[in-house]
C-alpha cells in the first residue's frame, strides 16, 4: 500500500507559479509511474501530467503543456508538479497518483491516490 502526500498548494495570482510535491511512502517508489489529476468543482477528474518510472519520459495535458513541467526524485521518493503561467482555469484540487502503468494514466488510471491540495488562481 502506497501513501501519497501533496503539497504547496495555494493561492496565486494569474501569470504565477506554484510547485507541488508529492511525497510517497510505504512501498518501492521507483517501480511506479506517477501521475498529476485535477478536479475542480461540478468538474471530473482530469489529468494534468505524468512521469514514467525513471522520470526520463513525461506526458502532459494539452492545457498545460508548455506551462507546467513534472519531475521525480527517486532519491527522495517525491514527485514534483513546476506551475508556470498559472490561469483562472488551472483552479482546482490537484491530486497526485502512483500508477503501475505508465502510458494509461492519461485515462485517469492509476492504483493509489492522494488526498489533494488546493490550487487557486486569482484573475
Known amino acids: 500500500q502506497v501513501q501519497l502526500v501533496e503539497s504547496g498548494g495555494g493561492f496565486v495570482h494569474t501569470g504565477g507559479s506554484l510547485r507541488l510535491s508529492c511525497a510517497a511512502s510505504g512501498g518501492t517508489f521507483s517501480s511506479y509511474a506517477m501521475g498529476w489529476f485535477r478536479q475542480s468543482p461540478g468538474k471530473e477528474r482530469e489529468f494534468v501530467a505524468a512521469?514514467?518510472?525513471?522520470?526520463?519520459?513525461?506526458d502532459y495535458a494539452d492545457s498545460v503543456k508548455g506551462r507546467f513541467t513534472s519531475s521525480r526524485d527517486n532519491a527522495k521518493n517525491t514527485v514534483y508538479l513546476q506551475m508556470n503561467s498559472l490561469k483562472p482555469e488551472d483552479t482546482a484540487v490537484y491530486y497526485c497518483?502512483?500508477?503501475?502503468?505508465?502510458?494509461?494514466?492519461?485515462?485517469?488510471?492509476?492504483?493509489?491516490w492522494g488526498q489533494g491540495t488546493q490550487v487557486t488562481v486569482s484573475s
Open positions: 497518483a502512483a500508477g503501475s502503468v505508465y502510458g494509461t494514466m492519461r485515462n485517469n488510471e492509476a492504483d493509489f
Open positions: 512521469v514514467n518510472r525513471s522520470g526520463r519520459w513525461t
